[in-house]
Nanobody, 114 residues
Framework: QVQLVESGGGLVQAGGSLRLSCAAS????????MGWFRQAPGKEREFVAH????????TYSDSVKGRFTISRDNAKNTVYLQMNSLKTEDTAVYYC???????WGQGTQVTVSS
């Protein structure tokens, strides 16, 4: 069974940085596109970024492009989200996902204060 465990969330001031990690197990990790999504209070879950199986191709939402970087380490079965220049509107629960399997992590809270 697929298990995704996120870590690295927390409280940070606007303009600061955080790096999220997602450790995956129960799947052939290197075969799958991995993604990050987020859900802010009172809003629907939205796409943030995804990365191809090799890491050679990445896609970002317009709201995070140029500030966030998704990466992966297939040897460690881990995907990362480096978040720089954080804004208050980035406050949300961030979820790691395997879109092709419909698998989701439990989420990690990111709070950006002004």
């Amino acid at each position: 069974q697929v298990q995704l465990v996120e870590s690295g969330g927390g409280l940070v001031q606007a303009g600061g940085s955080l790096r999220l990690s997602c450790a995956a197990s129960g799947l052939a990790f290197r075969r799958y596109i991995m993604g990050w999504f987020r859900q802010a209070p009172g809003k629907e879950r939205e796409f943030v970024a995804h990365i191809s199986w090799s890491g050679g191709s990445t896609t970002y939402s317009d709201s995070v492009k140029g500030r966030f970087t998704i990466s992966r380490d297939n040897a460690k079965n881990t995907v990362y989200l480096q978040m720089n220049s954080l804004k208050t509107e980035d406050t949300a629960v961030y979820y790691c996902a395997v879109p092709g399997l419909g698998s989701w992590g439990q989420g990690t809270q990111v709070t950006v204060s002004s």
